[in-house]
């Protein structure tokens, strides 16, 4: 196991600082000077040069590379070059919003799926088996903003039980508010996610009551459910635990385009602002900080997988 | 290896044939109405005549939007725009991914660890934020869209295959052909490519649907082209202002994207099970 943590800490690392330098490189390579957005249209040469030092774009690449990462390490992202904010505190100021609608999204899915996912495999001859594969296999080809679109419309504007969008301008300090604001898009993204986790959670448990283990465990006198517990499950989990950690970055992602919809103020809305303002250290950061969490959230998920199935390191599966 | 002879008793899940049967006729009908477009549209695309928001009825099947223009045209429009999309994606993502997938599988350990590593990161950047990224910075048009949809594909695609290409590299009748002196470029051509091809073509049908997902999104979010030669996404867009006085333009382009990416996704299901019958159904 320490092996492994090793080696996968490494991997972690070396991803991290790869994607900061693809990261880096994209925007650089991207067309247009963004000092163009800090001046006036017919700026003078030197006026382009101060500028330019202002940016730090006046030395090569990779020094501006290493005074970035550096930066970024001691959380410095730069400045908004549309209001000039530091960038650092305009993400954390958005995370109240991004990373409730995330988490708690994420959490409803998971109550959704592995339940009805379970029940679709255990039950596969019932009537509702075939109902919940054509409500999943529905539910994946539902894009989450028209889901949203659809959700707003009944809720917020048919029964008006809801906000249609929005959130409370002091934020958490209206606690009742605020979470109204968060119920449609959590229930959106969820609802969106759970499709397919639904469909990896079936398969996952077809998989096991299949297995030779559990017909043994049934001989010896275990109850069907007794050995589906103790046996089952942690098996049964392996594989969803591989899908959850890129499933919680898909819900991310999903939170990205919902609170557009919901005009939230997330880490979303940010991101899709900076790119309409070509407003690069803001995308950065806002790429940094999202991308991190992926490569994190993928390591820690292969970190429970080993942890719940030794049998992995051996394999010497990466 | 697909054509193995048929193990006797051995039926063809009726339930798989009939998913490919639901999934060709969906995506069959939403392609002739496309391929139809290019030559009938009920109205100009930049035709006012309607009046604005107009409901259903005088030859707008679908009604008008805010400026009088036909929402049923611009939704057979749309519909090029998402089979081109699924297709450039593809074709993108297939050709480099492929490729990619192959190099790797074929590299030495060092090498081959590396580009693991890289794919892995690459993986993790999601699809739409890269999209998302390079659409920004290349300005918003339906080629960058593919492009960009079709490069995050393409990582998926070289993971999958390197895999692909590694457990056919371990076969012995890859050794035996080599020993008996065949190229490695016609091994490729003849052992390899065959035996991973209807894995990696059913996976590419899968990813058409994500890439028609993903150029919905960039639409909604404003990073497609605007109207009247728009996306499903930027016609939902443009719909959610006005959902309560015409909702038959907040539904339909849903309905057509959705019909489409179930049609693709039921049509790969299908096309698996044919291309390999032994498997069992999971995923």
Known sequence: ?318 | MSRRPAAPGRVVSRRRSLHLMIGLTLVGILAAAVIVSFFWLPFKPDDTSGGRLAPPGGGHLLGTDKLGRDLFTQLLIGGRIAFATGLGAVAVGGVLGVTGGLLAGFATRWLDDAAAVALDILIAFPTLLLAILIVAGAGASLGTAILAIGLGMAAVVARLTRVLVKQVLARDYITAARVAGVSWPRIVGTHVLPNIAPVVLVNLALQAGLAVLAEASLSYLGLGTPPPNASWGRLLFEAQATVLTSPLAALAPGIALVALVIGVNLTADGLRDLADPTRRRSR
């Open chain 1, 1 to 318: 196991m320490l092996r492994y943590l090793l080696r996968r800490t490494a991997i972690l690392l070396v991803s991290l600082v790869l994607a900061a330098v693809v990261l880096f490189l994209l925007l650089r390579l991207l067309p247009g000077d963004p000092v163009n957005a800090l001046l006036p249209v017919g700026a003078t040469p030197e006026q382009i040069e101060a500028a330019r030092r202002e940016l730090g774009t006046d030395v090569s690449l990779p020094v501006q590379f290493l005074n970035w990462l550096r930066d970024a390490f001691t959380l410095d992202l730069g400045r908004s070059l549309i209001n000039t904010l530091p960038v650092g505190p305009e993400i954390v100021a958005r995370l109240p919003v991004t990373v409730p609608v995330t988490l708690s999204a994420f959490v409803l899915a998971i109550l959704i799926a592995v339940p009805v996912g379970a029940l679709a495999a255990i039950r596969a001859d019932r009537w509702y088996g075939p109902i919940i594969n054509a409500v999943a296999q529905l539910g994946i080809a539902v894009p989450a903003f028209w889901l949203g679109l659809l959700l707003i419309t009944v809720f917020a504007l048919r029964l008006q039980v809801l906000p249609a969008g929005g959130f409370p301008p002091d934020g958490w300090s209206s606690p009742g508010q605020a979470i109204e604001a968060l119920v449609l898009p959590v229930i959106t993204v969820a609802l969106v996610m759970s499709a397919s986790l639904i469909r990896y959670v079936r398969a996952a448990t077809l998989e096991v009551i299949g297995a030779d283990f559990l017909r043994t465990a049934r001989a010896l006198g275990e109850s069907p459910a007794g050995a589906m517990w103790r046996h089952g499950l942690r098996n049964a989990s392996v594989p969803v635990i591989a899908v959850l950690a890129v499933e919680l970055a898909t819900t991310f992602l999903g939170a990205v385009v919902v609170e557009s919809v919901f005009a939230l103020p997330g880490l979303g809305s940010l991101l899709v602002r900076g790119i309409s303002q070509h407003d690069y250290p803001v995308v950065q950061g806002v790429m940094l900080v999202s991308t991190a969490t992926v490569l994190l959230v993928g390591f820690l998920g292969d970190i429970a997988q080993r942890l719940v199935d030794p049998r992995l390191l051996q394999r010497g599966a990466s």
